[in-house]
């Protein structure tokens, strides 16, 4: 879906530098700076000039962002005025005669409803008032009016009509991919929020029924587990932001780790291997966690002695451009037709985290080359690699970005 709507962005261009080059070329003298011909000239400053109107219509159609790109729209335009609106209201006007305004939306109805564009005369007492026609192009997204493009001009043009058409269907593209990483927001945090109701009673019950064993036989035992289990909940619950640190992630393993043990004693033994250089990286907030739960639960847990005694690894190292984290166990393992169905979402995993959430809100921030890469077998344990890219746009800890 973006690859059409980059596609669709790509093939609008052309049309857009052509109609700038047509309002433009005889307005002033142009220092082309070693462009070449008007018409390279012109192809360039509309790819600029879109380049700068297209992060704040990312962000939807509000009277900021429609305020921040309407210059921008009238420069591509080459108008004496714009504005932008939704179903409701102007939400800006740049240029001359915005006296114009309750006249205009007067004559949106039609247009919003039907989805269609039109052009009309505008009546006006003020003499000197250059504008005289106004050219109305609305504005969708999935088939739906959200608003229009209104170009205002001294005259009626048939090439005035075209451009603002274009130039609507780019910002409906631009609106369009707005709504799409809305969606993925929203998904994602879905997604954060379904991890935690899984982690919630699994991990919950374990942990008091262990805390509740320490409390007349070891009271101070009881108390330490009691802030292990405090500190991991406050992370695991905390509400700001999606992304969090490898430290921080790490952190809260070293707090669930020490409940675990509390209840397998002996029986576990865990060793890390973290390079200091990987501990800023920022990736998604619970995502290492629960492959250490699953690491438990197949290592220990599924063990088929129940005294069985278990090993887990957990490595963090510095790849160049990536992070590399590995998490391996010595437990059961798994068959490996079982996992890609897991994987894929066919069968849910029995009780506990499911490797799958983790996998999909891998690939959904950094591509599908970044999903979990599992080794296992039936016997054999399981390991589990994650590369994480040390920058990648939009991917920011809460910690970085408040300074806590």
Not at 64 to 73: M, V
Not at 162 to 178: F, K, N, Y
Not at 296 to 304: D, N, R, S
């Amino acid at each position: 879906m973006s690859g059409f709507l980059a596609g669709l962005c790509v093939a609008i261009l052309p049309v857009l530098a052509a109609g700038f080059w047509l309002g433009r070329r005889t307005a002033r003298p142009q220092n082309l700076g070693g462009l070449g011909t008007p018409v390279e000239h012109a192809t360039f400053q509309t790819l600029h000039t879109a380049s700068l109107a297209a992060p704040p219509l990312r962000a939807g159609l509000t009277e900021e962002t429609a305020r921040k790109s309407a210059r921008r729209l009238r420069t591509l335009l080459g108008t004496d005025a714009l504005c932008l609106t939704d179903q409701e209201q102007v939400l800006v006007w740049d240029g001359v005669g915005d006296h114009h305004r309750t006249q205009i939306m007067e004559r949106l109805a039609d247009p919003l409803e039907s989805g269609r564009g039109e052009a009309f005369r505008l009546t006006c007492d003020a003499p000197d008032c250059p504008v005289r026609w106004a050219v109305v192009a609305p504005l969708t997204v999935d088939d739906r009016v959200h608003g229009a493009l209104v170009a205002c001009a001294p005259r009626e043009s048939a090439v005035l009509v075209r451009a603002a058409g274009e130039v609507a269907r780019w910002v409906s593209v631009q609106l369009e991919l707005a709504d799409l990483d809305q969606s993925r927001t929203r998904l994602i945090e879905a997604e954060i929020k379904a991890l935690r109701a899984q982690i919630s009673p699994h991990f919950i019950f374990n942990s008091l029924a262990v805390i509740a064993s320490f409390v007349r036989t070891d009271p101070e035992r009881a108390r330490e587990l009691l802030l292990e289990f405090a500190d991991f909940t406050r992370y695991s619950f905390r509400r700001h932001g999606d992304f969090t640190t490898l430290a921080d992630e790490l952190h809260a393993i070293d707090h669930y780790l020490a409940l675990v043990r509390a209840r397998f004693g002996d029986r576990l033994s865990v060793t890390l291997q973290i390079a200091p250089e990987v501990l800023p990286v920022a990736l998604p907030f619970l995502c290492l966690q629960p492959l250490v739960e699953n690491a438990v639960k197949h290592g220990l847990e599924g063990k088929a002695v129940p005294v069985g005694k278990s090993h887990i690894s957990i490595t963090a190292q510095d790849a160049g451009a990536e992070a590399l984290v590995v998490i391996e166990d010595d437990g059961a393992g798994m068959d490996p037709a079982l996992l890609r169905r897991i994987l894929a979402g066919e069968i849910s995993p029995s009780g506990g985290i499911g490797l799958s959430n983790v996998d999909d809100r891998l690939r959904q921030v950094y591509g599908d080359d970044y999903g979990l890469v599992i080794e296992t077998a039936v016997g054999a344990g399981m390991k589990i690699t994650a590369r994480l890219p040390k920058y990648q746009p939009g991917v920011h800890s809460a910690s970085r970005l408040t300074g806590g």
